[in-house]
C-alpha cells in the first residue's frame, strides 16, 4: 500500500511540475508553422511568411495551449514588414494531430514605416483610398494589434479589431497642405473606426481632438467628432491659404483665434460631402480687416483697418442654415466701442442684427 502511494505521489509529482514547466516556460517547436502560413494566405494569397521555431505554453485554466512566434516577416512581392509577434490558441486534440485549423490569431507589429504599410497595402488591397494615401504620406511610423478570427474553412471572418498609434505622421496635400507631428490612437472594427488623442501642425497650426469617429453605413461614412485649437495667429501666408477662397470681399490683414467645434457629415463612395453640422465656439482675439471707405461717410476717423478685439462667437451650421452670435469691442475709430451681433441665415436669406 505505502508502495502504491508512493507510486502515485511520485507520478502525481511528475504532472505536476510537467504541467507548471508547460505553463511558465514551454517548449518550442516548429510543428505549427505550416497552419499559421495557411491562416496567413487565407488572408491573401499573394502574402508569405517566414516563420522561426514557435514557444507553446500551457494554459491550463483554458484547457488549451497559447503559441507564440517572435519576430515573423510577411511578405507580399517585393515589400517585407517586420512582426513583433503572432500568437494563437491551440486545442489539446491538435498537439497530437498533423494539422489543424486556427480559429483566432493575434498579429502584433513592431514599430513599423507607416509609408511602407500603405504601400504593402496597395500591392494586394487596389483602390483609390490607398492610392491617396500613399501620395500624401511622406513620412510617419504606426504600432498595431490586429485580432483575427476564422471559420471552419479558414477564412478570414468580418469581426476583426485592429488598435493602435499612428506616430509623427506627415502628409503633404497637393503641396499647398502641410500636416506634420500628426499622432492619434486607433480602434478599428468592421462598422467602425475610432480615433483618439488627435493631435498635429496643420501648416505650422497646432489642433487637437479627443476623439472622431467614423462609422460605414451602407457605403458611405458618417463622420462625428470634435477638435479644437488653442491661441493661433495666421501669419498672411496661412490667411491667403485658408481664408480668401472663403471671403473674396473681405481683405483680411490679421487674425488670431482660439476655438472648440463638433462636427458631422457623411461622406459616400464618390467622395461626395453630405449633411454638415458644425458646432463652433470661438475666442476671437483679433480680427483686423482693411475698411471699406464707403464708411468714411459714417465715421469720418475711420481707422485703415476695422478690428474686432476679444469678441466670443457662437455659430451653428446646417444644411443650408447659418447662425452667427457675437459680443466684444470693436475698434473703428479712437476709441473701443461694444457690440453685440447676430446674422442669421435660412436658405439665401441673411438677417442681421447688431447692437
Known amino acids: 500500500m505505502r508502495l502504491f502511494l508512493k507510486v502515485i505521489f511520485s507520478i502525481s509529482l511528475i504532472i505536476i511540475s510537467l504541467i507548471i514547466y508547460l505553463s511558465l516556460v514551454g517548449i ?23 516563420l522561426k521555431k514557435i514557444k507553446i505554453i500551457l494554459n491550463p485554466l483554458n484547457l488549451n ?45 513592431r514599430s513599423l514605416n507607416l509609408k511602407k504599410v500603405i504601400s504593402f497595402s496597395r500591392s494586394f488591397k487596389k483602390n483609390l483610398e490607398l492610392l491617396f494615401l500613399e501620395s500624401f504620406v511622406k513620412n510617419g511610423f504606426l504600432i498595431a494589434k490586429i485580432n483575427l478570427n476564422f471559420d471552419q474553412n479558414g477564412k478570414v471572418k468580418d469581426n476583426y479589431k485592429i488598435n493602435g498609434v499612428i506616430r509623427d505622421a506627415k502628409i503633404d496635400v497637393l503641396k499647398k497642405y502641410k500636416i506634420d507631428k500628426f499622432n492619434f490612437k486607433f480602434d478599428i472594427d468592421k462598422e467602425k473606426y475610432d480615433f483618439r488623442n488627435i493631435n498635429l501642425l496643420l501648416n505650422k497650426s497646432l489642433f487637437s481632438s479627443e476623439k472622431i469617429v467614423i462609422k460605414n453605413i451602407n457605403e458611405s461614412f458618417l463622420i462625428n467628432g470634435e477638435f479644437e485649437n488653442k491661441k493661433i495667429d495666421f501669419s498672411q501666408e496661412q490667411l491667403d491659404l485658408f481664408l480668401k477662397p472663403i471671403t473674396l470681399d473681405l481683405d483680411i490683414k490679421n487674425l488670431e483665434f482660439s476655438s472648440k467645434n463638433n462636427f458631422n457629415l457623411k461622406i459616400d463612395k464618390k467622395f461626395n460631402l453630405n449633411n454638415f453640422e458644425l458646432d463652433s465656439k470661438i475666442n476671437l482675439t483679433k480680427l483686423s480687416i482693411l475698411s471699406s471707405q464707403k464708411l468714411k461717410k459714417l465715421f469720418p476717423e475711420l481707422n485703415k483697418n476695422l478690428e474686432l478685439l476679444n469678441n466670443e462667437l457662437l455659430i451653428k451650421y446646417k444644411k443650408n442654415d447659418f447662425y452667427l452670435d457675437g459680443s466684444g469691442d470693436i475698434l473703428l475709430q479712437s476709441k473701443n466701442d461694444k457690440i453685440k451681433y447676430s446674422i442669421n441665415k435660412k436658405k439665401n436669406i441673411y438677417n442681421f442684427l447688431s447692437i
Not at 516548429?30 to 488572408?43: D, G, V, W
Not at 510577411?74 to 514588414?81: A, T, W
Not at 512582426?83 to 490569431?105: D, G, R, Y
Open 28 to 50: 518550442e517547436t516548429s510543428k505549427f508553422n505550416k497552419q499559421i502560413s495557411n491562416s496567413i494566405k487565407n488572408i491573401d494569397k499573394n502574402l508569405d511568411i517566414e
Open 65 to 109: 495551449f497559447s503559441a507564440k512566434t517572435i519576430g515573423p516577416k510577411i511578405i507580399n512581392k517585393e515589400i517585407i514588414l517586420e512582426f513583433e509577434s503572432i500568437e494563437t490558441n491551440i486545442p489539446f486534440k491538435a498537439i497530437l494531430a498533423e494539422e489543424f485549423l486556427i480559429e483566432n490569431m493575434i498579429i502584433s507589429t
